[in-house]
């Protein structure tokens, strides 16, 4: 089943939604972007999604190799420029909005979940340099990572420090040059090892001498796979996970120091590894919010192809006893309509998060602080709605669907991951009850209900923020505890109401367009 990437919906999304334009000066830009990313997307991503699922990433004596035909599409994703478009002009980037940003990567998600992880990691890493990094690093480092000749990974968990991240004992200890020694062992590290590029730089979060217990006492350091004289810094990739989905994306045991200590850097201040770890964190939070975009998408498309062509049962209501596809059983179509309603709420949402970020790089403290209440509803209800489209993709084709051979189920696995890691969705909606909510007094909060309010036209949407804004008073007074137990269905009805908010801009946007084609037709029913 061909693949083609959404390029009309992305188009009404960036213009209505984040509204893309108001940060551009030559929109013409936009339709350059959406077309070369659904080229790279559909040409190269795409075709090896199940080559990449059945050969998996190998792993042999520290090293990694990927799957065959993934060294080459890498090639054609650096040489187009795709990993700096949205990073710093002064690095060889392109400065373009993260919003644009988020299609290209909105593709290449649909296209291949398990290989576009890899130069996402980069994206936050680029972000968390440029805005913590001392002047050196930046020179040495931003540049190639821009560029794409470098990768870049993230390194926090450890055997005992899962959510928990204060739990870390990778230890730091300064030389006096300037360099710190790294010793530990951290796992899960995605791509952590491979043989796309010849030098990964890894940013970890390690403790140094003397630091506070906890949080408190965490710093970030970059310690590159090569050192700036070309030797092997001392670090290894020891195994490589066995997993459910994404088998393409190495998810390495990394050792750090094991021959007296890895070489690295500090990336802002010591003890201040927190505030520049969630300057990437929360770029991977939304991209992770996109994977469950792309993968709803791909899921989507994909069991609307086969609705079409399986023919099965006769239609219940209508004379003709034959055979019909199953797009035509009222059940199917319920389902279908759904993937489709629950892709382009999902897709309103999380672009909308990203256009939020753009203004509030962009020097606007309301956005930012919106950004920050919108980034858990977006992670953590983007890849809920990943998954459950893709399990429903996964119905519609029946038991061809629980086979392999379709395509539905590697979907179905690879998006399982995607509620668990970047924060599971539980810590999302800690955080959005515990620090989100309360954020500026209550204020940044308290403007999206009322900006909600000021658009919503639906009954039902208005029915469903008056209950949110019930319940966010409820939790303001409850006790922790109570307010944590009840977060996570809270965080789903807050997903729900901006979700249905900004559908309903983009069905205005439909209402308006002089002339309705088949695609605008069936949106302007999945709005409905
Ligand atoms: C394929 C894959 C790729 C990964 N990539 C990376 C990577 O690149 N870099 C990296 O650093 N890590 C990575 N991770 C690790 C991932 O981020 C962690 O698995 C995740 O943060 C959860 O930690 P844990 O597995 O220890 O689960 P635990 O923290 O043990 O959580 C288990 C359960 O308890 C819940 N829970 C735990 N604490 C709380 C709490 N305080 N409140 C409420 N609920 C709680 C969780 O929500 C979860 O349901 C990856 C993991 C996988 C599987």
Redesign the pocket.
């Known amino acids: 089943m061909t693949f083609s990437c959404a390029v009309r919906d992305q188009r009404l999304v960036l213009d209505h939604v984040a509204r893309v334009g108001e940060l551009m000066d030559d929109t013409e830009v936009i339709d350059a972007v959406l077309q070369g990313a659904a080229e790279l997307a559909e040409g190269e991503f795409a075709p090896l999604d199940r080559v990449g699922d059945t050969q998996t990433a190998r792993w042999d004596n520290g090293t990694v190799r990927t799957p065959a035909g993934f060294r080459e599409a890498y090639q054609a994703f650096v040489a187009g420029g795709w990993m700096g478009l949205a990073a710093p002009e002064h690095a060889g980037g392109q400065g373009l909005p993260l919003s644009l940003s988020a299609a290209l990567m909105d593709d290449l998600n649909a296209a291949n979940l398990a290989f576009a992880l890899c130069p996402m990691?980069g994206f936050g890493a680029i972000e968390a340099l440029e805005a913590h990094g001392s002047e050196q690093l930046k020179r040495d480092y931003l540049p190639k990572i821009v560029s794409g000749e470098w990768t870049a990974?993230?390194?926090?968990?450890e055997p005992q420090?899962?959510?928990?991240v204060g739990a870390l004992k990778t230890r730091a200890v300064p030389t006096g040059d300037g360099s710190w020694k790294l010793t530990g062992t951290?796992?899960?590290?995605?791509?952590?090892e491979h043989d796309l590029t010849d030098n990964i730089i890894h940013m970890v979060?390690a403790r140094t001498p003397g630091a506070p217990d906890g949080t408190r006492g965490i710093s970030l350091f970059l310690v590159p796979k090569l050192l700036p004289d070309g030797s092997r810094n001392d670090l290894r990739c020891v195994s490589i996970?066995h997993?459910l989905g994404?088998h393409a994306?190495p998810?390495c045991v990394m050792s750090y120091g094991d021959d007296g200590g890895s070489t690295g850097w500090l990336v802002g201040e010591e003890m201040a590894g927190m505030r520049a770890m969630f300057t990437m964190m929360n770029n991977a939070r939304l991209n992770v919010g996109l994977q469950g975009v792309g993968v709803a998408e791909r899921a989507t498309q994909r069991a609307v192809g086969y609705a079409l062509q399986r023919v099965q049962g006769a239609r219940a209501s209508g004379p003709s006893r034959e055979p019909v596809p199953i797009a035509d059983h009222p059940d199917v179509r319920r389902m279908l309509l759904r993937m489709r309603a629950l892709t382009m709420a999902a897709r309103a949402l999380v672009y909308y998060a990203f256009g939020q970020a753009d203004r509030g790089a962009r020097g606007d403290p309301e956005a930012r602080q919106r950004a920050d209440v919108l980034t858990p509803l977006a992670k953590a209800w983007g890849t809920d709605v990943g998954f459950e489209v893709a399990s429903l993709g996964v119905q519609v084709h029946g038991g061809m669907g629980y086979v392999e051979e379709t395509g539905a189920a590697q979907h179905l696995r690879d998006s399982r991951?995607t509620p668990?890691?970047?924060?599971?969705?539980?810590?999302q909606a800690?955080d959005l009850v515990q620090r989100k909510l309360g954020l500026s007094g209550g204020a940044a909060f308290d403007a999206l209900i009322a900006d909600v309010r000021a658009e919503a036209a639906d009954e039902r949407l208005v029915a469903l923020t008056d209950a949110v804004e019930i319940c966010a008073a409820t939790f303001r007074e409850a006790d922790v505890d109570d307010r944590?137990a009840g977060s996570y269905p809270f965080l789903t009805m807050c997903s729900v109401m901006v979700g249905g908010w900004l559908v309903e801009r983009i069905g205005r946007a439909i209402d308006a367009e002089p002339k309705r084609d088949e695609f605008l037709r069936g949106r302007r029913a999945a709005v409905d």
């Open positions: 990691l990974t993230m390194n926090l968990t420090a899962g959510s928990d951290k796992i899960f590290i995605t791509w952590g979060l996970e997993k994404i994306s998810t991951i668990i890691y970047e924060g599971t969705n539980g810590i800690a944590l």
